[in-house]
């Protein structure tokens, strides 16, 4: 079985930058499938490689299958891929980050040599016109039995990323790691950007500074501890401040203070010595 040769399900955001990173790695692009011929076509003239096809098409894909589709659209796997022949598979992956392989065995008769695994890359993709020079070095959280494995171990190798693997009942707490992250810092970066609209500053400038106040926390956390890169009035116990703020929030955006409250209840945990989910005499 060629290993080497690739086949895409759902060539978006993810779909396409890893099929563009593969096929300049020397991969095989056999079959770019989308709902529609538009999509398909337009997928296949980015990467530059692969046969445009509709997901409905009569398909009998070799190699891997990569599955990039939408994790609420994975329950429907089976009907996706109704008119296509998974006999001559090497393996059939997918990118999801919370759902894990055994979805497979729940939605597709497939063969028992089949492998099975999901391959999740921790990272961004915004823009696949960046997001596929930008591989080397992303962790991808990997899971499934051991063909499928090897072979998404095979493709984060290609792509210069670092493995981690983890067992199918980690995937829902790996998942969560990400989206606390990333998904996250994108709403408080917006709730940050609103309190400073109330103050006139312009949306340009405010932009600027949120991200470079969010840069600077962050190299404070790759070099410090967890309490050292904390500041603010949570770190010096400025508890009257903190009242204030939670009064001025009140008024203005009274829809986030149940969020605030409880960040400040976190941060305290954390001042006090909270380390990995723990305080250092009383677990939380």
Request: charged letters at 25%.
């Amino acid at each position: 079985m060629n290993t080497d040769t690739i086949n895409i399900l759902g060539a978006g955001r993810v779909g396409k930058s890893l099929a563009k990173a593969l096929s300049m790695s020397g991969w095989e692009i056999e079959i770019i499938a989308n709902r529609t011929m538009k999509s398909s076509t337009e997928a296949v003239k980015f990467i530059g490689a692969g046969k445009a096809v509709t997901i409905d098409s009569q398909q009998s894909p070799k190699g891997i299958l990569l599955v990039c589709i939408p994790d609420d659209a994975l329950k429907n796997l089976g009907v996706i891929l109704k008119n296509w022949e998974l006999e001559n598979l090497s393996s059939i992956i997918h990118t999801s980050g919370a759902i894990s392989s055994k979805i497979f065995d729940l939605i597709l008769n497939l063969p028992k040599d089949v492998g099975k695994a999901t391959l999740h890359p921790v990272k961004a993709f915004a823009d696949p016109s960046k997001s596929f020079k930008d591989l080397k070095g992303v962790y991808f959280g990997i899971e499934g039995n051991p063909k499928g494995v090897h072979d998404a171990l095979k493709i984060v190798k290609t792509l210069g990323g670092i493995p981690i693997e983890i067992t199918s009942e980690q995937k829902f707490l790996y998942h969560l790691s990400a989206v606390f992250s990333s998904n996250f810092l994108v709403e408080l970066f917006w709730i940050a950007r609103l309190l400073q609209s109330k103050c006139g500053i312009p949306d340009s400038i405010s932009k600027d500074m949120i991200l470079k106040l969010m840069r600077g926390t962050i190299e404070n956390l790759s070099k410090l501890s967890l309490q050292k890169a904390l500041t603010g009035p949570v770190a010096r116990g400025d508890w009257e401040l903190i009242e204030k703020e939670h009064l001025t929030l009140n008024k203005t955006f009274p829809e986030f203070v149940a969020f605030f409250d409880e960040g400040i209840k976190l941060l305290e945990r954390l001042s006090g010595g909270m380390y990995n989910g723990y305080k250092q005499d009383n677990p939380i």
